[in-house]
Every structure is written in structure tokens, then in C-alpha cells.
């Protein structure tokens, strides 16, 4: 984020610099990023990422639409000696949340679960927990009604997300709990594109041919 030059005898940032800062900041916190078709990176290619925090540090979100090549949640719980093998719970898929810290686990869920730990409560009907607890409630039958679980995160430092959206490679949506937990996979992108009234169709076959 462009941040405006010291000021002559304060060597500090002005009071009205950073009142226009903090005007034209858009706080993206609870809203969808839809990949453009040639984005230039295969991990984020036709993703979908929610995004759990975004603010002038920097941004952090879960890809919601990729599935973890043959992991599903049984083998998270039994590496960590959780059991819950035979439960209804130990099939649901795990999904690549990101590239960063692919073996840090997140549960993205509806706000019906509190952790006892720690939830960070997201606008629009959305929960984050990172902590094991979740995964033991889950491995019980008492888990949050609705919820993904995720390896790893997107990041992103100060301004590289508002850089990234600048230059078309991102479109931001509103979230719904019903696109976000309710849909297939690959339904996703296509749905979220949708909600802005964008035919993923021509939108593929116009990048193509750009």
C-alpha cells in the first residue's frame, strides 16, 4: 500500500496522509478472491480463497476449492493419535488451503463451533480455528455443523494483494456460507464468478484468445 512520503520537519507520515490512507484502504476481511484465468501460477489457477484477515500488514486467506491429493481427515487424526477412524468425520477430504505452511492445519466453519482455545470470528457467517481441540471435537460428532479443513495458507505482506487486484489478477466477491460449504469443489469458481454476473465460459475462452 502506497504510503505517503515523511513530511519536511516531522520526518514522520502527515496527519492528512494517513486520514487518505485509511480512506482508501477497502478492508477485504470475510470476501472471496476468484483467480483470472492466467493468473501465472498453477497453485491459484481457477481458485477460490476466503479471506480470514486482511488489513495494512498484509492479508491471509484459504483456498476453498482444491482438494489435498489423497488426504482425507481419518489420516490427520491418526497421525495424531486422535482415533475417530470409524467415525462419520474420518472421510471428509482435507483441502490445500495454500502454499504457505503446508503442514499447519485450518478449520474454516460455521460459527455454531467456539473453540475453547481460540476462534477467529469472520463477517458474513464465518468462523477460523487453528488450534487441535477443533479436530478432537470433530473426531467426537462435536464439531461446528458446516466446515473445511485445510493445509497450509495464502499470504500475502503489506500492499502485495491491493498490487495483485490492481493488476487484474484477482476479482473480489461477496462470501455465503452456501457457496463456501455448500458446493462442489469445482463448482466454486464458476458460482463465484456468478455472484457478479461474469460467465466463467467467456471468461476462459476471452483469456485464451487475449
Not at 14 to 23: D, I, P, Q, T
Amino acid at each position: 500500500m502506497h504510503r505517503c512520503a515523511p513530511c519536511a520537519r516531522g520526518g514522520g507520515t502527515s496527519w492528512w496522509g494517513e486520514a487518505a490512507e485509511r480512506r482508501n484502504f477497502m478492508d477485504l476481511t470475510g470476501k472471496l478472491l476468484i483467480a483470472m484465468p492466467g493468473i501465472g501460477d498453477p497453485r491459484f489457477e481457477h481458485s477460490v480463497i476466503f479471506l480470514c484477515s486482511h488489513g495494512d500488514e498484509g492479508a491471509m486467506g484459504l483456498i476453498v476449492n482444491k482438494p489435498a491429493d489423497g488426504v482425507a481427515l481419518g489420516d490427520l487424526l491418526e497421525q495424531l493419535d486422535m482415533g475417530g477412524d470409524g467415525s462419520a468425520a474420518a472421510a471428509l477430504p482435507v483441502r490445500f488451503g495454500g502454499p504457505v505452511e503446508t503442514q499447519r492445519g485450518f478449520v474454516l466453519h460455521t460459527p455454531d463451533y467456539e473453540s475453547d482455545v481460540s476462534s477467529l470470528k469472520v463477517p458474513g457467517g464465518f468462523s477460523m480455528t487453528a488450534t487441535l481441540d477443533i479436530l478432537e471435537d470433530i473426531a467426537l460428532g462435536q464439531g461446528p455443523e458446516q466446515l473445511l479443513v485445510l493445509l497450509g495458507y495464502a499470504g500475502w505482506g503489506p500492499g502485495q494483494l491491493e498490487s495483485e487486484i490492481a493488476m487484474n489478477g484477482w476479482l473480489t466477491a461477496e462470501a455465503s456460507p452456501e457457496l463456501v460449504f455448500g458446493l462442489a469443489d469445482d463448482s466454486k469458481w464458476g458460482a463465484a464468478l456468478k455472484t457478479l454476473g461474469v460467465d466463467p465460459l467467456t471468461l476462459s475462452a476471452s483469456a485464451g484468445h487475449a
